[in-house]
């Protein structure tokens, strides 16, 4: 392949020449060479890359987050591929999750749906919406779309201020230096996953630590609970883990 110039870049991509000079200048997308006049000339390698910062965009990465990634799966095309193999099937279970959010909407009626809107269901912090799509066609997933197939707009708002209860008191407990593995925490961990219980699936102490596994590696799930309190996924996620440790309840 013969190198490109920045406009045949922009014809070949359809990314703006404007972009391709940002992600230069910010080192995301630098040319392999430049003419003796400067201009800016590209090679496969570094179409691939592109190819591969366009992909993570399309994923919802920012530009930082984007660098990240490339600095670390630089060395190993395979490892990038797997890597972008991984989100792209995250982002697929998400779709999933949304189109389950969206029938829902559907068979509650137009007459809801602004009430379902205000409780968030778009939200890419909605941690429920995330579990059902991470989950597919499991029994707690169809549990969970049979509980909240009929609940009304006043049901999903009390579920989430209850929730955001729970969790607050943890935060609470975490803010005046208790442990995760004190009793007043463990009791928060319980109401917690009783929570779910009640309203979404039957959740045991194992469960749970499935769940807790997923919060620490997927970094909406930290952000969601790290706007609540610095730290807090590590605390909430430790004192899950202890819970199952000390009472699993493994499902039969």
């Known amino acids: 392949m013969k190198l490109l110039t920045i406009g045949e870049l922009e014809r070949e991509s359809g990314v703006s020449k404007r972009s391709l000079r940002h992600y230069d200048e910010i080192g995301l997308l630098v040319p392999s060479q430049r003419t003796d006049a400067g201009y800016r000339l590209y090679s496969r390698d570094d179409l691939r890359r592109l190819h591969s910062i366009l992909l993570y965009r399309s994923l919802g990465f920012g530009l930082e987050k984007i660098a990240e990634i490339l600095a670390v799966t630089r060395s190993d095309s395979m490892i990038a591929l797997r890597e972008q193999l991984r989100l792209v099937t995250e982002h ?3 779709l999933v999750a ?3 959010k969206l029938r829902q909407l559907i068979d509650i009626g ?3 749906m602004a009430d379902l809107e205000v409780f968030g269901g778009f939200d890419p912090d909605d941690y429920q919406v995330e579990v059902l799509g991470k989950w597919g066609e499991t029994p707690q997933y169809q549990q ?3 509980r909240t197939k009929h609940y009304s707009g006043d049901d999903w708002k009390r579920v989430k201020a209850e929730q955001d209860a729970n ?3 943890l935060a609470n407990l975490m803010r005046a230096g208790t442990p995760p593995d004190a009793p007043d925490t463990l009791s928060g961990v319980d109401r917690v996953r009783e929570h779910i219980n009640t309203y979404f699936y039957d959740c045991t102490p194992a469960d749970h630590a499935q769940l807790a596994a997923m919060y620490r590696s997927d970094e ?3 952000a ?3 706007s609540m309190e610095p730290g807090f996924t590590e605390y909430l996620c430790a004192a899950i883990q202890y819970r199952e440790s000390v009472n699993p ?3 039969s």
Do not use: L, M, V
């Open 110 to 112: 137009d007459h809801e």
């Open 92 to 94: 697929k279970h998400r």
């Open 144 to 146: 969970a779309r049979s």
């Open 220 to 222: 909406r799930f930290g």
């Open 224 to 226: 969601f609970f790290e």
């Open 98 to 100: 949304i189109e389950a």
């Open 167 to 169: 969790y607050s008191d």
């Open 249 to 251: 309840e493994k499902p």
